[in-house]
């Protein structure tokens, strides 16, 4: 069975530690693994698109990696605004699979 | 760009009534729209893919009599809820793929937030 799981549930940091979430898929013929980033009562916000084993991605603070079987984002010395739930998907038919999301909150 | 909107981005109604909403991308072509329901605390669950032009595919276990699905443009998707109930309370959320690629990335739309009473 094709599943998505992320780690940790929540994950509580002081301003500037650095920490990573991580996204691990068994599923077969990964088609794009996709990170997202949600805040409460809105839409997610596309953050990237990884595509195959080895591929990195940044943005800021943001970082993204990709093995065969897992994905990583790396927060690099949080700010209070990267405040939020990270989402990850993957790409199974043309549809998405999420998995339940990674609650972050940085305190000052 | 890949700006996608939603409208109302909250609605209150009665029992029984029913509920459309708007999903609209305002600076591209949307081939495929996507349509999630999120409970609180939850991840998202996708309800159903549209297609422009063409019948919607149904997740299973979600009524399609009960969530009607309509795409009848390139920028435009409208599901409606039908003789909504307090248990369709929820946020809706929907998306849009660019056309092409059918792994692009999807884009969302900010949500409804829909409270039945």
């Known amino acids: 069975e094709d599943q998505v799981t992320q780690s940790p549930e929540a994950l509580r940091l002081q301003e500037g530690e650095s920490s990573s979430l991580n996204c691990s898929y068994t599923?077969?013929?990964?088609?794009?693994l996709f990170w997202y980033r949600q805040d409460p009562g809105k839409g997610p916000e596309f953050l990237f698109t990884?595509?195959?084993a080895g591929e990195e991605k940044e943005k800021e603070r943001l970082k993204a990696t990709l093995t065969k079987k897992e994905s990583f984002l790396h927060i690099t010395a949080p700010k209070p605004e990267d405040s939020a739930t990270y989402l990850c998907?993957?790409?199974?038919?043309?549809?998405?699979?999420f998995g339940a999301g990674t609650q972050v909150v940085v305190t000052p | 760009g890949a700006v996608v909107s939603q409208h109302p981005s909250w609605v209150i109604c009665k029992s029984g009534t029913s509920v459309k909403i708007e999903c609209r991308s305002l600076?591209?072509?949307?081939?495929?729209m996507f349509w999630y329901r999120q409970f609180p605390k939850q991840s998202l669950m996708l309800m159903a893919t549209?297609?422009?032009?063409?019948?919607?595919?149904?997740e299973q276990g979600v009524e399609k009599d009960k969530f009607l699905i309509n795409h009848a443009s390139l920028t435009l998707s409208t599901l409606t809820v039908t003789s909504a109930h307090p248990e369709d309370s929820s946020f809706y959320i929907c998306?849009?793929?660019?056309?092409?690629?059918?792994?692009?990335?999807?884009?969302f739309g900010p949500g409804t937030r829909l409270t039945v009473l």
């Open positions: 599923v077969s013929g990964l088609r794009g």
């Open positions: 998306s849009a793929r660019t056309s092409g690629n059918s792994y692009n990335e999807q884009f």
């Open positions: 549209s297609n422009e032009g063409s019948k919607a595919t149904y």
């Open positions: 600076d591209f072509q949307a081939t495929t």
């Open positions: 990884l595509y195959s």
């Open positions: 998907a993957v790409a199974l038919w043309g549809k998405f699979q």
